[in-house]
């Protein structure tokens, strides 16, 4: 039963959907980006140099740097890994106040004192406080890896969740996970033991932001997935902007984990209100609990419904349940897995365009988040800006996505950010030019994963939409697992990841043209549907730009009450004589129309034959001639 042909009568996108999307779903993206990013701030390095030996405590601060650290003229900064070795006491004794600086020739060892760590910027940091420098620099990469290892595990987990047990629990697990290992950042011992909590922490991200994602798309009408994937994607660019000035206010990074993950516990009162998809229910068969909610969704809305509105719908589940070969009380229900994402040629091979096209971005969106810090200047000014690059994306999606179609706007935001990455090769030595490239870089990356996730949704039906989602983002966090990688190896060469994510970005964007448009299309339910949906597309529609809203809509299931009080599905058939339609075509609709009236009048003599047996009526009025009954 496909639920886009029943939201023009509950409402596509009234009141109902309005509070469900700005009082709970758009508050839904924070625990997503705030532990998505805050590590960078808890793990971030600052200026450090080796601790002076204990000789030189009374000598002024920057006498003993001078004295004891190497000073590297070119890059006009203290060696943060060596020092000098030679007496300093006896030589502060020979030359007294001319010392100014080390004796000609002196040797250098490593820190073998610990080091000091400057505050100005952190005044408490996880490098800081267990020393994860020099030789022990790559464990805050490790640490970052393992965030992204622990998000790709947890992202093909909750795919199941998600689809097995239903969107909303599958947002609560996880938030409780979230939370649980957030708060207990704050209070371990060793780095061993935060490395364990922010592993729990990762095993979330990004799959807590998939709920509310897939919950704002399942529950408005074709016209206004567009508005409320924007809509999600701004509050998620804000809740980056927030962190940065959360992060610039707490500077201590263990109440920096409390303050990103306290506020979020009032979010488990949203059980008692956050709903579970209607489309989703109906997709597995739970018609109780969906028309709970259906029936709440036209009343918040304004919408009056028949009498025998519901019962009709249910009636038409009935008939359709029957007609594709499954008994009306089945007690054992089909069950779906990632292998049904690939068993027919076409949904296979959207899935795999769509799995590389997420790889390719993720990759991209991370890896341009982490490079944020490294452009110079204040680590927090640059995220802050990182954040607002996103915004004016949206004034450019909002208009784009509905004229030029999914397609062209992936492709060309893809091509544009992937342009800029390769472009930052040649002006590595201009900051200003760099950071320019930068922002335009982040405009097309974030422009493209605003599109690629509702285009996504759009392709894969409903019963694999989660376990295809879920499939395709986290062959996505493969990316975060390594750029943080390539970060640490081209530490010399910083514009080397950002060549690399610009050519696969290129790559993603030539792809995203072999995928179907999915503009102004009805949403599939079923594997059959996903398989259908763009199987017999041409060269010309590939390269098809804009596409037109159609003229009519498809014929749709009316629920109707005669005199007589029975209740019937009323089949429309659209006249399509004056389009050109073969009358072959025609004939073929009509026959269907006539096969369920003759069902229906078989129904009707099982009825006035068998008073008292009505289910086994209307069993009886199924079986006809054909093998399967068409209900338009």
């Known amino acids: 039963m496909d639920f886009d042909e029943i939201l023009p009568d509950i409402g596509e996108y009234g009141t109902y959907q309005r509070l469900v999307l700005w009082f709970l779903l758009l508050p839904g993206t924070m625990p997503c980006g705030f532990h998505a990013y805050n590590q960078l701030f808890m793990a971030s390095t600052p200026e450090h140099w080796c601790r002076a030996p204990a000789t030189l405590d009374d000598v002024p601060p920057d006498l003993a740097k001078n004295l004891s650290i190497p000073y590297d003229n070119t890059t006009h900064q203290y060696s943060r890994c060596q020092r000098y070795d030679y007496n300093i006491t006896q030589y502060l004794e020979e030359y007294g106040a001319a010392a100014t600086g080390p004796p000609p020739g002196a040797p250098v060892i490593p820190c073998d004192h610990g080091w000091v760590f400057s505050q100005d910027e952190h005044s408490s940091s996880v490098v800081a406080d267990w020393e994860l420098v020099c030789d022990r620099s790559f464990l805050p990469t490790l640490a970052l890896v393992l965030l992204g290892v622990s998000g790709l595990i947890g992202n ?54 998939s709920t509310p994602m897939v919950l704002a798309i399942e529950l408005v009408g074709p016209s206004k997935r567009t508005y409320t994937t924007v809509v999600m994607n701004v509050a998620y660019s804000f809740t980056l902007i927030l962190l940065a000035g959360v992060a610039y206010l707490v500077r201590d990074w263990a109440q920096l984990s409390l303050a990103t ?79 049904d994402l690939f068993r027919s040629p076409n949904l296979c091979r959207k899935t795999i365009i769509v799995t590389f096209i997420w790889f390719t971005n993720t990759s991209v969106y991370v890896g341009l988040s982490y490079y944020a810090p490294a452009l110079g ?97 986290v062959a996505g966090m493969i990316g975060p697992v390594v750029i943080p990688l390539i970060n640490h190896l081209g530490s010399e060469m910083m514009v080397l990841p950002l060549i690399i994510m610009g050519i696969l970005l290129n790559l993603g964007g030539v792809f995203s043209l072999l995928l179907p448009e999915t503009l102004h299309q009805h949403l599939p339910q079923t594997l059959e549907e996903g398989e259908e949906f763009g199987k017999h597309w041409t060269l010309a529609d590939y390269c098809t730009c804009c596409p037109k809203r159609p003229s ?69 009025s199924l079986v006809t001639s054909s093998p399967k009954i068409t209900v338009v």
């Open 156 to 209: 093909y987990v909750f795919g199941y969740i998600q689809d097995g047990c239903g969107r909303r629990p599958a947002f609560f697990i996880y938030l409780v996970i979230q939370c649980a290992f957030g708060i207990g950042t704050a209070f371990t011992p060793s780095f061993i033991w935060w490395l364990v909590c922010r592993v729990g922490v990762g095993f979330t991200v990004p799959a807590i932001m």
């Open 261 to 339: 993950t306290i506020p979020f516990l009032s979010f488990l009162f949203f059980w008692w209100v956050l709903p579970e998809s209607p489309r989703w229910l109906l997709a597995n068969g739970r018609l109780d609990e969906a028309e709970k909610i259906m029936k709440k969704m036209a009343r918040v809305n304004g919408k009056t419904l028949p009498q025998n509105y519901m019962a009709t719908l249910r009636r038409k589940y009935e008939v359709e349940q029957y007609m594709a070969g499954k008994e009306e009380k089945t007690t054992t229900p089909r069950t779906y897995g990632v292998l």
């Open 377 to 473: 200047g204040d680590a927090y000014l640059n995220f802050f800006l990182a954040g607002v690059a996103e915004l004016p994306t949206y004034l450019f999606l909002w208009p784009s996505m509905e004229y030029w179609g999914r397609r062209w706007t992936l492709c060309f935001s893809m091509i544009v950010g992937g342009s800029a990455c390769v472009a930052t090769v040649v002006t590595q030595e201009d900051p200003t030019v760099t950071l320019v490239l930068y922002c335009v870089g982040k405009f097309g990356i974030s422009s493209s994963f605003v599109v690629l996730p509702l285009m996504a949704s759009e392709l894969y039906p409903t019963v694999v939409r989660g376990m295809g989602l879920s499939v395709s983002s």
């Open 552 to 620: 009519s809509a498809n014929s749709r299931t009316v629920p109707t009450s005669y005199s007589d009080g029975t209740q019937e599905v009323n089949t429309l058939l659209s006249s399509k004589s004056d389009d050109g339609k073969s009358e072959n075509d025609l004939r073929k609709r009509s026959s269907q129309q006539q096969l369920y009236e003759n069902g229906r009048k078989s129904q009707q003599v099982g009825e006035e034959g068998n008073e008292g047996e009505e289910s086994a009526g209307m069993n009886q």
